[in-house]
């Protein structure tokens, strides 16, 4: 193959092979496009690592009645912790995509991985709720899941080009698994051996998953001529950056909602007089459903576009929990988180979709952070403020209503400026 100057940019050594001078591309990326059989593996080991990241971030919520008697305190002390943890996840995420695209993902990764399961083991020795702060807000948060979304997804799509909607789908997908199985699993372990117990056994089994999971981004992702030259120009269009800011402010208008929710439906449950386990399910079904909607949205969005899956996305979410708001049975309930999930699911790898689509993929690390950190800064403030709502009201039907309102803001955000997306 003749090499011509201008191509320098798109070329990458191949890690384990001498380039005697000349740059070679990485196997996959050829005039075929980059995809290839360890891109699909890559996908399924990120499943593995979002699944296990996500499970750690949720089990503050998952735990929090158990926590609250711990320490005698209401629902907010122990919901601000959550709010730290996803916090602490935007920041992190932040710092660590800029270091992606200058280092590469495979410290970072590996760093996380030893970063979520010392948290997890933090959080099963703290004596007051300061060390839940630190094991939860700093490690899991902030380094763990940090790295474990935003970036992550990022290191994902540089790996695919024919179907990147769907890659950045499935590495956001581990919220429905792991938001499926890893809930019940802990409140029964909570009940059966003690929460401190039941978070000491998760560090070990995140420890051993997520470390020979990371070993797999030693490989460096091949780089299309098409990626490395994309225009520089773009960035400074007005028009460009106003609709980044339109998806960022919906974004974080949805995310609130969602995770009041999120951060408070098993304690809802609780309250209701379902026995925990069952409360649990309701998180379950919840996250559940987004693994469903979450992959639909990556393919939806090839047909459709990508801003009619949002819209439609959105609708849904808004439905779930105005649904939630007024629902008194435990059937109603559990139609209600599904839907929420359905939506939640299929949102959010579209926002990052559209923020990646702005910029040269060169710099999908950052801008999928600075879309993310949208959408951490404002679950965490769902989290907590569901947890304060609760105790001034001292239920959750109007922490619920107001979520309703939320989500509803989020939706009106974005018909009012679909024609700026060149949808009619």
């Known amino acids: 193959m003749k090499w011509l100057p201008e191509l320098d940019m798109a070329r990458r050594i191949e890690p384990g092979r001498p380039a005697g001078g000349i740059m070679a591309v990485a196997p996959c990326a050829m005039d075929r496009g980059v995809e290839c059989a360890y891109s699909w593996w890559l996908a399924a080991l990120v499943l593995v690592i979002s699944s296990i990241s996500f499970g750690a971030v949720s089990a503050v919520p998952v735990l929090l009645k158990p926590l609250a008697r711990e320490w005698n305190t209401g629902a907010a002390s122990i919901a601000w912790v959550h709010m730290s943890t996803l916090v602490g996840a935007g920041l992190g995420s932040l710092v660590l995509g800029r270091m992606m695209d200058r280092w590469g993902f495979f410290p970072i990764a590996l760093t996380a991985s030893v970063a979520t399961a010392c948290g997890l083991f933090l959080a099963s020795r703290a004596s007051g709720i300061l060390t839940l702060h630190l094991a939860c807000g700093v490690l899991i948060g902030g380094v763990g899941q940090g790295a474990f979304f935003s970036p992550l997804t990022a290191a994902l799509s540089r790996w695919f080009d024919r179907h990147r909607a769907l890659a950045m789908a499935i590495g956001t997908?581990?919220?429905?698994?792991?938001?499926?199985?890893?809930?019940?699993?802990?409140?029964?372990?909570?009940?059966?051996?003690?929460?401190?117990?039941?978070?000491?056994?998760?560090?070990?089994?995140?420890?051993?998953?997520?470390v020979p999971c990371a070993l797999a981004f030693r490989r460096a992702p091949p780089v299309t001529i098409a990626a490395a030259s994309a225009p520089a120009a773009e960035q400074r269009n007005g028009e460009h950056?106003?609709?980044?800011?339109?998806?960022?402010?919906?974004?974080?208008?949805?995310?609130?909602?969602?995770?009041?929710?999120?951060g408070h439906v098993v304690a809802f449950g609780e309250e209701r007089g379902f026995a925990p386990v069952v409360a649990a399910s309701l998180m379950s079904g919840l996250l559940g459903a987004t693994l469903f909607s979450r992959l639909l949205a990556g393919w939806l969005a090839r047909h459709w576009g990508g801003f009619r899956v949002l819209l439609v996305a959105s609708a849904i979410h808004l439905t779930g929990i105005g649904l939630l708001a007024v629902s008194q049975g435990y059937p109603a309930l559990v139609a209600a988180s599904a839907l929420i999930g359905l939506g939640f699911g299929g949102y959010l790898p579209i926002y990052a979709l559209l923020a990646s689509d702005m910029f040269p993929a060169s710099e999908s690390g950052r801008r999928i952070a600075e879309m993310y950190f949208f959408a951490f800064v404002a679950a965490g403030l769902g989290s907590g403020g569901g947890g304060w709502m609760h105790d001034v009201s001292g239920g959750y039907a109007m922490t619920f209503r107001c979520a309703a309102l939320m989500a509803c803001a989020g939706m009106l955000i974005l018909v009012a400026k679909r024609k700026r997306f060149d949808v009619p």
């Open 173 to 210: 997908s581990g919220q429905g698994v792991g938001g499926f199985f890893i809930p019940p699993l802990l409140r029964l372990g909570a009940d059966r051996i003690g929460w401190r117990t039941t978070l000491e056994l998760y560090a070990g089994v995140a420890l051993a998953l997520l």
């Open 241 to 262: 950056w106003h609709r980044f800011w339109t998806l960022g402010l919906a974004l974080a208008l949805t995310s609130l909602a969602t995770f009041v929710v999120i």
